[in-house]
């Protein structure tokens, strides 16, 4: 996993899961990347093979970050069982959803 | 076994999968994978292995987050499996467990957490969650809907494959049947006998011959944990004379040896081509068994000792129905050895119990009974033991028509050594009669007598001696530490506390005692006794004292005219005093009185 900073946009790149073994390190790192320019963070989901509810709640700590200044979590190209998943939680009332 | 980090696949007879993964996040997920790909070897389509993984992980996290800390050393269990309509999962846990509702809401949408449970029946048909004491068990079900996705249905392989699994899990199955009714049909058998036959070779040799039998084992040994637990001492090796042999096993070596390494960390391990026995194991001495598996036993947490079954062939195919029939057998054997020391250390003590009855008797009966010395004098002793038999002592001699010694003595400690020691002592004043009247020398050769034999067991005794001249009606005293004599006038006043000083007998070899002189008025009496009376205690605590033992001496002697009835009286007072507090020491006295 690893970001990347674009103006306003924090990519975070190189995702193949977003589970109870790594969703505190995710969490810990983006926010750590997030400064005052940043109004987007667009995770690639392209290659995320399993996400669980731990992965969820570190997704939703980061956009109450971005909440405050008004900006958005984007959730890349998620693979079709991922899309399920998120859709049953009715994630993409809350982050935006590329498909 | 469970590897930390990890999950550990046991089988995968009739058509399931079970795994036991250490209770975190990791080992649970590295599970949630495998089921998923076993699944989708299965032919479950990708999406329902997909949402499999979830519901599987989710529960996994459930139970690691709630786990206490005495579960989390526990595996938690997922068991899978999986039918051409249906696929099923069991995950059983070690928490304190939970209360399912009936429906999951999803929790606010900007909440960081309460997911799982919603994922969960969301993804699911049957989600049910039952609470037990050896485990909680949430179990999941859902039709396949991969049927129609995944085109053409298993292939002919697959199908014999299934077919193979089927057969084999039908295998198994009959096998756990018979090993269960082989395992009923020895708990009938042996329980008959428990708590009943002591001798523990023959019950020993007779139920690990039939679990030889039954688990077609080559070689068994059982050894049992040593006194002090340092050690498994060979108790029976099977067969007679065979590859094992009577080797004691030190509980240190616990990487030398399987069965040490087995009993500290009491858990069932195996050995064979995957983890070989070590050249300084003892049970590899011989070579000969390849494969095995050590199973120690306890009972009420404590090692009783190991039994492990031995075979020559590299893969004996030692199954669970075996390894039940080992521990249902060696469960019995483990009670068995209890009852039978239980049995043994009751019959120890009825004996020691009947001999210190008999020391007891025959201590009384060095006791005078009753001493007739002439009028107008009265004499009269007791003794009470805190113990079956105790240390003091009480003598009254009498001097032919002159006079008469009177002696107390304490022995050091209590119990037997200071009962046989007061014996002692006893004869060595009785075979001194020329220093009766002369108490104080008395003493002095005593001590020089007895020194020895206080010294080399490190004890001591104190000692109050008095010579009653009925001429003179003269007291002369000596004492070896002992209490003070109590001298009460015949108005029952209190005349004197004589108090001699001299070191207890023992403790040095010459010893010189001085003797007081006192008169002993018509209508007088003298208390001699041991510190059991004055160090006697009342429930709340309180010490007798001398004062009030000489108080109540005085009462006494007012409401009583004879010795012996003065000396009852006190004693019955002095219990009165302290109720229901056991006496800690021996309580011992002579009254003399004279009219």
Same mark, same amino acid.
């Given at each position: ?5 674009? *103006? ?46 731990? *992965?969820? *709640? ?42 | ?8 696949? &046991? ?156 057969? &084999? ?29 002591? $001798? ?52 240190? $070596? ?26 300084? /194991? ?32 590299? /893969? ?44 007891? $008797? ?57 009962? +046989? ?25 005593? $001590? ?73 008025? &018509? ?46 009286? +006190? ?8 109720? /229901?507090?056991?006496?800690?020491? /021996? ?9």
């Amino acid at each position: 996993m690893r970001t990347l900073s674009e *103006g306003s946009v924090l990519r975070v790149l190189d995702l193949d899961r977003l589970s109870g073994t790594n969703s505190t390190h995710f969490k810990e790192l983006v926010k750590a990347q997030i400064t005052d320019a940043h109004r987007v963070v667009e995770v690639d989901f392209t290659a995320v093979r399993s996400i669980d509810s731990e *992965g969820l *709640g570190a997704l939703i700590s980061i956009y109450k970050v971005l909440a405050l200044r008004e900006g958005r979590v984007r959730l890349l190209k998620p693979q079709a069982m991922i899309l399920e998943f998120l859709k049953l939680v009715q994630f993409e009332r809350i982050v935006d959803v590329v498909v | 076994m469970i590897i930390p980090g990890a999950a550990s696949l &046991r089988s995968t007879f009739r058509s399931a999968l079970q795994i036991e993964a250490g209770c975190d996040f990791v080992s649970i997920r590295a599970a949630a994978e495998t089921v998923r790909e076993w699944l989708g070897e299965r032919g479950v389509g990708e999406r329902d292995a997909a949402s499999w993984e979830l519901v599987l992980a989710e529960a996994g996290n459930n139970a690691v987050e709630h786990t206490t800390v005495v579960g989390r050393e526990k595996p938690v269990r997922m068991e899978v499996s999986c039918s051409d309509r249906v696929v099923e999962a069991r995950v059983t846990d070690h928490g304190p467990g939970f209360d399912l509702p009936d429906e999951v809401a999803l929790p606010d949408l900007e909440s960081e957490g309460g997911r799982g449970l919603f994922l969960i029946q969301s993804l699911t048909d049957r989600c049910e969650y039952f609470r037990g004491k050896t485990g909680n068990v949430l179990v999941v079900s859902r039709a396949r809907s991969d049927g129609d996705m995944v085109g053409p249905g298993p292939t002919e392989e697959m199908l014999r494959q299934r077919l193979a699994e089927a057969e &084999r899990a039908l295998s198994d199955m009959t096998e756990e049947l018979s090993s269960n009714y082989e395992s009923l049909v020895a708990v009938f058998r042996y329980s008959g006998e428990l708590g009943m036959s002591t $001798n523990l070779l023959d019950f020993s040799q007779r139920i690990l011959r039939d679990l030889m039998t039954l688990t077609g084992a080559d070689g068994l040994v059982f050894r049992m944990a040593g006194s002090e637990h340092g050690t498994l001492e060979t108790f029976l090796s099977l067969p007679t004379g065979g590859l094992w042999g009577g080797e004691t096993v030190s509980m240190a $070596n616990i990487s030398s040896s399987i069965e040490a390494h087995a009993a500290s960390c009491c858990e069932d391990v195996w050995f064979g081509v995957e983890r070989p026995l070590g050249g300084r /194991d003892p049970l590899a001495n011989r070579g000969e068994l390849m494969t095995g598996l050590c199973h120690p036993f306890f009972v009420a947490g404590q090692l009783i000792g190991t039994v492990t079954l031995g075979y020559t062939a590299k /893969d004996p195919k030692l199954t669970a129905a075996k390894v039940n029939l080992l521990h249902t057998f060696v469960d019995f054997l483990g009670i068995h050895i209890v009852n039978a020391r239980l049995l043994d250390e009751r019959t120890r003590a009825r004996v020691m119990h009947r001999e210190l009855e008999i020391a007891a $008797n025959i201590q009384q009966s060095l006791l005078p009974s009753h001493v007739s010395v002439p009028l107008p004098f009265s004499v009269a002793g007791t003794s009470r033991s805190a113990r079956h038999v105790g240390g003091d002592l009480y003598d009254i001699v009498p001097s032919g028509s002159e006079g008469v010694l009177l002696v107390v003595a304490d022995v050091m400690g209590k119990g037997v050594p200071a009962a +046989l020691l007061a014996a002692v002592f006893r004869t060595a004043v009785r075979s001194m009669p020329q220093l009766h009247n002369t108490p104080g020398t008395l003493l002095t050769r005593l $001590n020089r007598v007895l020194h020895e034999d206080f010294s080399r067991v490190d004890m001591f005794a104190t000692a109050k001696v008095v010579y009653l001249d009925f001429a003179k009606r003269s007291l002369i005293s000596a004492s070896a530490g002992h209490c003070p004599l109590i001298v009460c006038g015949a108005g029952g006043e209190r005349m004197a506390s004589l108090d001699e000083s001299g070191l207890p007998l023992g403790i040095e070899l010459d010893v010189e005692y001085p003797e007081t002189r006192q008169e002993l008025r &018509r209508g007088g009496a003298v208390l001699i006794y041991t510190d059991g009376l004055i160090e006697a205690r009342n429930p709340a605590g309180e010490m007798y004292g001398e004062d009030k033992l000489a108080w109540t001496f005085q009462d006494v002697l007012r409401s009583t005219t004879a010795a012996e009835q003065a000396g009852d009286e +006190l004693l019955s007072r002095l219990e009165d005093y302290c109720g /229901d507090s056991a006496a800690s020491d /021996d309580r011992t006295l002579i009254i003399l009185r004279q009219t």
